[in-house]
Every structure is written in C-alpha cells, then in structure tokens.
T-cell receptor, first 112, second 115 residues
C-alpha cells in the first residue's frame, strides 16, 4: 500500500501562510490524496482532498505536484486554532479506508 | 446533526474486566470504523463494517470484537481487558459522496485506561 512521508513538526507565526509538505512517491493512479487534522483532545477532521488538480476550500488549499509524487497543504493565514496534527493519507478510489495508513502526521505549532 | 457520538468518553478498567464502547452516527453512512491511537503513533484500524450486517478485521483486531447492530450503531467490545489496550479509541463513519469524496467523520474519542 502506498505510504506518505511528512515532517514530524513545523512552526508558523500567527497570520502567516503555512505550507505543509507530504511525499508520496509510490502513489498509484487511482489514489486520492486526503488531508485530515486533529486538534488537541479531539478526533481527526477532514480538511481537503484531491486527485490531480489543485483544490481550494474554505479551510485550505491543496497543491499537487504534476507527477503526483508530492503535495502541499496550504493554510493561507494561520490562526491559533490551526495548531493541530495534520495527516496526509492516500485512499484508493476502489475502496474505503480499510487499507489506509494514518501515520504520525505533522504537528503544527502556531506562534502568537 | 450530532455526527458520530461515542460513549463513554472516559473509562478505567481493571485487567480482565470487560466493557463495550458504543458508537452511533446519524448521517445515514454505510461504512463505519474503529481505530485506536497510542501516544506517538498514528491511528490504527481495529475493525470496520462496510455495510450493515458485515464486519471485517483491520490491522490490530486481537483482543476485540465488534457488532454492527444496525446502520446507525457499531460497538467495540473488550472481552478481557489488558494494560496493552490502554488507548484512545475513535469511531468513524464514511460518506461515499457523489464526487468520490469518501470522507471520514470521527467521533470525539473514548479514553480507556486498563490498570
């Protein structure tokens, strides 16, 4: 199963943009890239997903490399509420989440 | 909508005791999942249910049983709790979506301590 690699931790100043990288060099053509985040003492929550094209929603933007071997989650203006662990996962479109691996993610610290 | 509701939020057990973690979703989702999360580790899948009436093992099923009681409810049972089962447990359900979103919605978690 395709896996992802993320930095263990990152820091950002409040109100500045944050770029969270994810490498997935063994991604297959049917894998969707999903991002989830987990705020302290809460369950993970969905952030954004994409297949090939860049995606925007109210929470974030997702930039996908042309070869799809890496992607970047972009928070345009980090707030203190964005301090969380961010998970980048791959999900094959033929199935659910039973083969999805949630790694340890990137712990984002937002500095006031 | 409440989303995914887990009970209890906290539980302390003694080794050998049994208990059931309850999970209910009100989003009419077909698939439901149970994960555990240990310090410094990611989420690990215990069991899942692709639809009402079916259950399958995930990555770490040993020591657990599940029941998909109906479309809304998916319970996780520890028959004889062990200290190694001390963890935070998350239930999730999956929305197939019309655009292939296939998004998981998680509950708030159940923190279990086994002494």
């Amino acid at each position: 199963d395709a896996k992802t690699t993320q930095p263990n931790s990152m820091e950002s100043n409040e109100e500045e943009p944050v770029h969270l990288p994810c490498n997935h060099s063994t991604i297959s053509g049917t894998d969707y890239i999903h991002w989830y985040r987990q705020l302290p003492s809460q369950g993970p929550e969905y952030v954004i997903h994409g297949l090939t094209s860049n995606v925007n929603n109210r929470m974030a933007s997702l930039a996908i490399a042309e070869d799809r071997k890496s992607s970047t989650l972009i928070l345009h203006r980090a707030t203190l509420r964005d301090a969380a662990v961010y998970y980048c996962i791959l999900r094959d479109n033929s199935g659910g989440y039973q083969k999805v691996t949630f790694g340890t993610g990137t712990k984002l610290q937002v500095i006031p | 909508n409440a989303g995914v509701t887990q009970t209890p939020k906290f539980q302390v057990l003694k080794t050998g005791q049994s208990m059931t973690l309850q999970c209910a979703q009100d989003m009419n989702h077909n698939s439901m999942y149970w994960y555990r999360q240990d310090p410094g580790m990611g989420l690990r899948l215990i069991y899942y249910s692709a639809s009402e009436g079916t259950t399958d093992k995930g990555e770490v099923p040993n020591g657990y049983n599940v029941s998909r009681l109906n479309k809304r409810e998916f319970s996780l049972r520890l028959e004889s709790a062990a200290p190694s089962q001390t963890s935070v447990y998350f239930c999730a359900s999956r929305d197939r979506g019309t655009s292939g979103a296939n998004v998981l919605t998680f509950g708030a978690g159940s923190r279990l301590t086994v002494l």
